[in-house]
């Protein structure tokens, strides 16, 4: 397991990999950074693109831990476009579950940014958020993307 902690407009990010593939981004903690990681460097200039407005998707060797279920709802947030939004209730008619199900599998998303939970929002256009700031957080990354000037990643 290899470590990297990133600095981002929302505090440090903590990224894992784990024998090659990105598996953990953790808000707001410091792990001593691992000598010479790939993906993790890869993740890192990736991020930095992202809060800088040059990319709106992460392409990114990543295996998050989580059940079956869980992994469907991250696979189903993964095609909400950059800038848009999609409820819970979409997403569980998507995977064919219920809305307090996917807000349960939201919640326990390894990779949030790159695998992007803040995208998903109550019928009423808000929800929740786990991640640190919670819906504070969750609205700054919605309004980056919806500022964001996409141009072609290398």
């Known amino acids: 397991m290899a470590r990297l902690t990133v600095e981002?407009?929302?505090g440090p990010l903590t990224l894992t990999s784990t024998a090659g593939v990105l598996t953990a981004l953790d808000w707001r903690t410091a792990g001593a950074a691992?000598?010479?990681?790939?993906?993790?460097d890869e993740a890192a200039r990736q991020l930095r693109q992202y809060f800088d407005g040059q990319r709106a998707t992460f392409d990114l060797p990543m295996s998050?831990?989580?059940t079956p279920f869980q992994?469907?709802?991250?696979a189903a947030m993964l095609e909400i476009p950059c800038g848009r939004t999609a409820t819970y209730g979409d997403l569980a008619r998507q995977v064919d579950?219920?809305?307090r199900a996917v807000g349960g599998a939201c919640g326990r998303n390894p990779l949030p940014i790159v695998i992007p939970c803040h995208r998903v929002?109550?019928?009423?256009?808000?929800?929740?958020?786990s991640g640190f700031g919670g819906l504070t957080t969750k609205d700054w990354l919605l309004d980056l993307e919806r500022r964001l000037v996409l141009v072609p990643t290398p």
Request: cysteine-free.
């Open 34 to 40: 691992s000598d010479n990681d790939a993906v993790l």
């Open 8 to 10: 981002s407009p929302l």
């Open 97 to 99: 579950s219920a809305p």
């Open 64 to 66: 998050p831990a989580g």
């Open 71 to 74: 992994k469907r709802v991250w």
């Open 121 to 129: 929002v109550a019928g009423t256009g808000k929800g929740g958020y």
